[in-house]
Nanobody
Framework: QVQLVESGGGLVQAGGSLRLSCAAS????????MGWFRQAPGKEREFVAA????????YYADSVKGRFTISRDNAKNTVYLQMNSLKPEDTAVYYC????????????????????WGQGTQVTVSS
């Protein structure tokens, strides 16, 4: 089992940048596929980005492609989400997720593809 703790959220103006971090417990972080999801008030949780175990494969929602970058440092047990050119519609609670089973690319872009979740970090983008 792994525990996930997100950090790096905050208030930023439109056009600005933030970098989210998700620190994972345990010594087998490299076994986990990792994902970022977000949930805005009154909306369902949605996929943002995912990265495979070795970091070779990355996946992005169309809404963030070209603006957000997911990366991981297996030596630090941490996955990152660099968010640039932020828009007010990016305002949401951002969640980190992990799964250590072999997983298809399609399932890595859905919340049912993950077994472990962090508590979330708030990102607010003002216009």
């Amino acid at each position: 089992q792994v525990q996930l703790v997100e950090s790096g959220g905050g208030l930023v103006q439109a056009g600005g940048s933030l970098r989210l971090s998700c620190a994972a417990s345990g010594r087998t972080f490299s076994r986990y596929h990792m994902g970022w999801f977000r949930q805005a008030p009154g909306k369902e949780r949605e996929f943002v980005a995912a990265i495979s175990r070795g970091g070779v494969n990355t996946y992005y929602a169309d809404s963030v492609k070209g603006r957000f970058t997911i990366s991981r440092d297996n030596a630090k047990n941490t996955v990152y989400l660099q968010m640039n050119s932020l828009k007010p519609e990016d305002t949401a609670v951002y969640y980190c997720a992990a799964v250590d089973r072999t997983q298809t690319a399609v399932l890595l872009t859905t919340d049912r593809g993950y077994d472990y979740w962090g508590q979330g970090t708030q990102v607010t983008v003002s216009s």
